[in-house]
C-alpha cells in the first residue's frame, strides 16, 4: 500500500499567495495530522482531525486551515502566505484503535515562501 | 506545552554503543515514542514505552522511568546507516504528540 502521501514534493510561493498542500492516507486510519518542522525547534503540530468531519487547533494554527471531509484526506491551506511560513511540512495519521497509537509520517512537503 | 530536552549532537564509532537521552515535564503522561529520521526524510517509528522498563527491538531499545520523567534510546552495534536524526516524543493525556527537537548522531568508521 502507498501508506501516507503528499504533494507538492515541495514549492516556491511568493508572498500573499495561497497554497493548498495535500494529504492522502489508505490506511483507514481515524486520525490524521499536520506538523512543521523548523531547524532547532523541532516538529509542531498545527492542526489535527479525530475523525471525518471534525478537526482542532494544534501548537502553531495561526496563519493555517485545514479540513477533513472524508478518512482519507487532510489538506492544509495557507490562505496569505509569510516568509516565516518557509518549513518542511509532514502529514502523519494513526488508527486510534488502542494501544500505542503510532503515527505514521507522509514524505513531507518543503515549502520556501519569498 | 511540554518541556522536553535531548542532546542536540553526539557523535559514536561504527560498532560502538550509543546512548540518546530524553527528560520530559509534563502532566497526563500516556507514552513516550522514539522516531528515527534520516536526512530530508519522514520520521519513521522505532519504538514507544508506556510503563517503566526497557523495551528491546533488536540493536535498539528504549527505556522509561515515569517517576523521573526521563527515557533513554540505547542504539547497538551501531552501523553507518544509524547516522540520523533521533526524536523523542511524549504524549500527554490523549492522542497528540509533543516532539523534542531531535539528537543528530552521527556513525564514524
Known amino acids: 500500500t502507498a501508506g501516507i502521501t503528499q504533494a507538492p514534493t515541495s514549492q516556491i510561493l511568493a508572498a500573499g499567495r495561497s497554497m493548498t498542500l495535500r494529504c492522502t492516507q489508505d490506511m483507514r486510519h481515524n486520525a490524521m495530522y499536520w506538523y512543521r518542522q523548523d531547524l532547532g525547534l523541532g516538529l509542531r503540530l498545527i492542526h489535527y482531525s479525530n475523525t471525518a468531519g471534525t478537526t482542532g487547533k494544534g501548537e502553531v494554527p495561526d496563519g493555517y486551515s485545514v479540513s477533513r471531509a472524508n478518512t482519507d484526506d487532510f489538506p492544509l491551506t495557507l490562505a496569505s502566505a509569510v516568509p516565516s511560513q518557509t518549513s518542511v511540512y509532514f502529514c502523519?495519521?494513526?488508527?486510534?484503535?488502542?494501544?500505542?497509537?503510532?503515527?505514521?509520517f507522509g514524505p513531507g512537503t518543503r515549502l520556501t515562501v519569498l | 506545552g511540554q518541556n522536553i530536552d535531548q542532546p542536540t549532537e553526539m557523535t559514536a564509532t561504527e560498532g560502538a554503543i550509543v546512548q540518546i537521552n530524553c527528560t520530559y515535564q509534563t502532566s497526563g503522561f500516556n507514552g513516550l515514542f522514539w522516531y528515527q529520521q534520516h536526512a530530508g526524510e519522514a520520521p519513521t517509528f522505532l519504538s514507544y514505552n508506556v510503563l517503566d522498563g526497557l523495551e528491546e527491538k533488536g540493536r535498539f531499545s528504549s527505556f522509561l522511568s515515569r517517576s523521573k520523567g526521563y527515557s533513554y534510546l540505547l542504539l547497538k552495534e551501531l552501523q553507518m546507516k544509524d547516522s540520523a536524526s533521533y526524536l523523542c516524543?511524549?504524549?500527554?493525556?490523549?492522542?497528540?504528540?509533543?516532539f523534542g527537537a531531535g539528537t543528530t548522531v552521527t556513525v564514524r568508521a
Open positions: 516524543a511524549v504524549r500527554q493525556g490523549d492522542y497528540k504528540l509533543s
Open positions: 502523519a495519521s494513526s488508527d486510534m484503535a488502542g494501544g500505542p497509537d503510532t503515527q505514521y
